[in-house]
């Protein structure tokens, strides 16, 4: 398969600032790629890299095959872009505002751009300045999806959709994949990301520790266990078991619950020795595996003075 | 693109402010103009230096060179000029909303010489309100020594001074992305260039007026001598400078996020 997006070492300072270190990265066309990270991770930064909105300090990115600096203009023609802090301004409407959008892509039919208002519920006879946070993100959304772009870059989509509108989203996102498109959003909320992508990048200070599909992610991660005997049980039995951590039996000794990372099966075939009158697993959300990825990594990009003192 | 989409927003976006500037700028043109009668007996009690140097006489050209086009008028213009070229680059960036247009198909060059063409068209929009102005009022206040023509080429001066401050906002804004730099820098050379215009003369260093955009926009006095194409030249080419290094430096930098 196509790679959409390729980066390569792709390294970008501000300063003595770390924006972004040595991160390499390929995505593949028609994947739903979810690049998540806490704020200040360097996913913005990564995004804006894409557009030659700013230019990386080492290393190369290409999009559709294409550089960002040299071919800029044919680049932005196929891609749509959604901005994190998607801003848009003036006194003329919704319609007329995505009109303007629109002829600086050479024109997009005005049915298309109605179809997609009318979608999100968006109504384009308001005037911009007007417009609630919801519907501002509603005019990116149409913006970055009009011209039906072979690469969709969006940079947390859905902040500031509520629900319903943000299961629409979704749809869109899943249907842009389903037709061959790529899409790459980045979010800091695993479960935006969960529901359709393919696969996941975390990225922390700059780089990334995690890259594999949501399955996959999935298979590794922790889940809460709850089990009861019917008489008392010893703790050993339980203490040496691969994956197994915080393991907690009450004084009775015989409610247990623990938490198992990776396959049960050394768990599950302990617990036949014993007479099991209940059991409750709970698989934990893709968020913890999230979040266990940051545990003691602070949220904004260190830099070099503040990890010496 | 369409050819001039962002030339056409940029103006239809400002087109309040810019008529209203041009209607204000006019008004104010046209009443300073209408008082000639009453101050031409004034411009006798001058005292002589200060007369030279603010190059007033009792004619109505000269009377026109020191207060309608000498200070007040033109000063309206460059506001105008300042303002738009501040907010074509670098308030854009401040907002945010340069990274949404930054994310179509067209290059940082052409968003940069739209924006400027915009302020262009904007600058002899005001210059031609301000000529029907004055004209308006040239017979009822007796300014008939001057002729059309000769109000007209004051007028394209005038134009061209607004250009050539909104081409220095325009350039310092998109090679630094920041307003309040834009507006000092601005400021800082409005300033020194009036002062060396007016004041080259009586500190015996007549060389200073040419480093000012004043001296090319009335040193060579249009509302007698008519268009002063050498003059309107250099405007020309210093605006067309002062865009191009904030363009080479624009090309190179990250947009502010």
Request: overall charge positive.
């Given at each position: 398969m196509e790679n959409v997006i390729e980066l390569r070492e792709l390294t970008k300072t501000y300063g003595t600032r770390r924006g972004l270190t040595g991160l390499t990265l390929d995505v593949v066309q028609g994947e739903v790629f979810g690049f998540l990270g806490p704020n200040g991770a360097g996913k913005s930064t990564t995004i804006r890299l894409l557009l030659d909105l700013i230019r990386p300090t080492a290393g190369r990115a290409t999009v559709l095959g294409l550089d960002p600096r040299g071919d800029g203009v044919q680049l932005r023609r196929r891609v749509g872009y959604l901005a994190g802090d998607f801003v848009c301004d003036g006194r003329q409407n919704v319609r007329a505002y995505l009109r303007f959008l629109a002829e600086l892509r050479g024109g997009v039919p005005q049915a298309r751009i109605d179809a997609l208002a009318d979608r999100l519920g968006l109504d384009q006879s308001t005037k911009i300045k007007k417009l609630s946070k919801g519907n501002r993100q509603k005019v990116g959304l149409v913006q970055a999806f009009m011209h039906t772009p072979e690469l969709l870059v969006l940079d947390e989509p859905s902040s500031g959709l509520d629900p319903l509108v943000q299961q629409t989203f979704l749809d869109m996102v899943a249907e842009a994949a389903a037709g061959g498109r790529t899409v790459f959003m980045s979010s800091h909320i695993m479960s935006e990301v969960e529901a359709v992508a393919d696969r996941v990048g975390i990225i922390r200070d700059g780089s990334l520790v995690a890259l594999d599909t949501v399955a996959n992610l999935r298979t590794g991660a922790i889940c809460d266990v709850e089990v009861t005997f019917e008489a008392s049980v010893p703790v050993s039995a339980f203490e040496a078991l691969p994956g197994v951590g915080r393991l907690h039996l009450d004084e009775t000794g015989t409610r247990l619950t623990c938490q198992i990372s990776g396959p049960p099966d050394a768990f599950i075939k302990t617990l036949a020795h014993f007479s099991v009158t209940g059991l409750r697993a709970t698989e934990s959300a893709l968020d913890e595996v999230f979040h266990a990825y940051y545990d003691g990594a602070e949220a904004a990009p260190r830099t070099d003075s503040t990890t010496l003192a | 693109m369409s050819a001039a989409a962002i030339l056409t927003k940029t103006l239809s976006d400002s087109r309040r402010g810019l008529i209203g500037w041009a209607v204000g700028t006019a008004l104010v043109g046209m009443v300073y103009a209408s008082t000639y009668p009453s101050q031409r007996e004034n411009v006798d009690s001058i005292p002589e230096a200060l007369r030279q140097s603010l190059n007033v006489d009792g004619t109505a050209a000269g009377y026109l060179q020191a207060s309608v086009f000498g200070i007040i008028v033109p000063l309206l213009a460059m506001i105008y000029g300042v303002t738009m070229g501040a907010r074509a680059i670098a308030g854009d960036e401040e907002s945010g909303q340069l990274d949404l247009l930054l994310a179509h198909p067209i290059t940082r060059t052409q968003l940069v010489l739209q924006r400027f063409g915009a302020l262009v068209a904007g600058a002899f929009g005001?210059?031609?309100?301000?000529?029907?102005?004055?004209?308006?009022?040239?017979?009822?206040?007796?300014?008939?020594?001057?002729?059309?023509?000769?109000?007209?080429?004051?007028?394209?001066?005038?134009?061209?001074?607004?250009?050539?401050?909104?081409?220095?906002?325009?350039?310092?804004?998109?090679?630094?992305?920041?307003?309040?730099?834009?507006?000092?820098?601005?400021?800082?050379?409005?300033?020194?260039?009036?002062?060396?215009?007016?004041?080259?003369?009586?500190?015996?260093?007549?060389?200073?007026?040419?480093?000012?955009?004043?001296?090319?926009?009335?040193?060579?006095?249009?509302?007698?001598?008519g268009f002063q194409w050498g003059d309107a030249a250099v405007l020309v080419i210093a605006s067309a400078i002062f865009v191009a290094a904030g363009l080479a430096r624009f090309n190179r930098r990250d947009i502010n996020s």
């Open positions: - | 005001i210059s031609a309100l301000v000529w029907l102005a004055v004209l308006a009022v040239r017979g009822s206040a007796e300014l008939t020594s001057v002729s059309p023509l000769q109000f007209l080429a004051q007028c394209f001066s005038l134009a061209l001074l607004a250009i050539t401050f909104g081409a220095l906002a325009v350039g310092v804004g998109a090679a630094v992305g920041r307003r309040a730099v834009v507006l000092v820098v601005v400021a800082v050379v409005g300033v020194l260039s009036y002062t060396a215009s007016t004041f080259a003369t009586q500190i015996g260093a007549d060389w200073i007026a040419h480093l000012s955009p004043f001296h090319y926009y009335i040193g060579g006095e249009p509302l007698r001598n």
